[in-house]
């Protein structure tokens, strides 16, 4: 498993490999998560909520999440 992850991510940077991202759920609401390009993270659409992508690894620890404000949800339409 780790050697199927450091391959996936091998080459993602600030992105994420379109497999694994379809494979990720977000760990509060267990619903899927978008990647933005604009912010270079994962988002919860379910709970408007965005966790980093630090060094081609996403951080989705709870308290790592930022709660998207109103801006975030006027940009995304």
């Known amino acids: 498993m780790v050697r199927l992850n450091r391959v996936l991510l091998k080459d993602a940077g600030n992105a994420i490999d379109k497999t694994l ?5 977000c760990p509060l609401s267990k ?19 965005s966790f980093p992508i630090k060094n081609g690894i996403p951080c989705l620890v709870p308290k790592d999440g930022k709660i ?3 801006e975030a949800d006027a940009s995304k339409a």
Not at 21 to 25: D, N, Q
Not at 31 to 49: A, H, W, Y
Request: proline share 4%; aromatic share 4%.
């Open 31 to 49: 619903q899927p998560l978008r990647f933005c390009e604009k912010t270079k993270s994962l988002v919860s659409d379910t709970i408007g909520v």
């Open 21 to 25: 991202s379809e494979i990720l759920v």
């Open 68 to 70: 998207l404000g109103e």
